[in-house]
């Protein structure tokens, strides 16, 4: 069956807005793009004055990995969510605080930051962009999936990037916090410990948001090459 890879990013005066993976059969191409264009319209960071839709075929394997398993921390305030966070990445590296310093003075980028754990350095090449993961879907939306359209297994576009990520040996951690102003939950993941959601982790209204990952490597070209291209469907039958 051919898989398609679907993406959509939306801008306004050249500021990102917002931006959605798919991996999709051929026949739903057409939908998907459609849902995308409508859901670029109505984000709640603004109206965007550019969209662009890139369907590109995907031509060899597709790696499928399970999903991360959802906890949630009982975080009621924006300290509390700082400590979770903090206490998470302590044993991973020296430079905690820096990387929610970092994570929490960021805005309106595309992609994330690569996080170096031992130096406290970043690895993106690009610093206002980021690294983009794309080519990721949940195992569910391709119909391959023998649960597919029981509709229990819906997952949503954060844990299917999340447990993409984490699914790398150089990957220690990640963290988020949406941009959207309305929008106040983000998460901690790792391999070991799943998709931790936090609440708080911003004052509401705040546009600030982004991600960052806590990643060990001394070959980031790998590990950029596996978030940008490498196609993977989370969940479903491995
Ligand atoms: P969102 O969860 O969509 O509100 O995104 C929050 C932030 O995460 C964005 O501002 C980007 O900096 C980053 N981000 C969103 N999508 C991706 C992606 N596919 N890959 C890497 N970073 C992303």
Redesign the pocket.
């Known amino acids: 069956m051919a898989l398609f890879s679907v993406k959509m990013r939306s801008s306004a005066l050249g500021a ?1 807005i ?2 959605a ?1 798919r991996i999709v059969e051929e026949h739903e191409v057409g939908t998907v793009c459609a849902a995308m264009s409508r859901r670029a319209l109505s984000h709640g960071k603004g109206q965007p004055d550019s969209i662009t839709i890139t369907v590109a075929a995907i031509h060899g394997d597709v790696m499928r990995i399970p999903a991360l398993s959802i906890t949630e921390a009982g975080s009621r305030a924006l300290d509390e969510a700082r400590e979770v966070v903090l206490r998470t990445l302590d044993p991973l590296t020296p430079h905690a605080e820096r990387a929610w310093e970092l994570l929490t003075s ?7 930051i690569l996080f170096d754990a031992s130096t406290g350095e970043r690895l993106e090449r690009d610093h206002a962009r ?5 080519s990721m879907d949940a195992a569910t939306a391709t119909g391959e999936r023998p649960e597919q359209g029981s509709g229990k297994t819906r997952i949503t ?2 844990l299917v ?1 999340a447990s993409k990520v984490a699914h790398h040996p150089a990957v220690l951690a990640e963290v ?5 102003p309305d ?1 106040t939950t983000g998460y901690v993941a790792t391999q070991s410990l799943g998709y931790l959601r936090v609440r708080n982790m911003k004052p509401a209204g705040s546009p600030i ?3 960052l990952f806590v990643v060990d490597t001394n070959d980031t070209a790998d590990l950029v090459h596996y ?1 940008e291209h490498t196609p993977v469907l989370v969940g479903g039958a491995q």
């Open positions: 990102h917002s931006g993976e960021v805005r309106d980028m595309r992609g994330a980021g690294v983009r993961v794309t576009d954060a990037l988020c916090i949406s941009d959207d929008y948001g982004g991600r978030l």
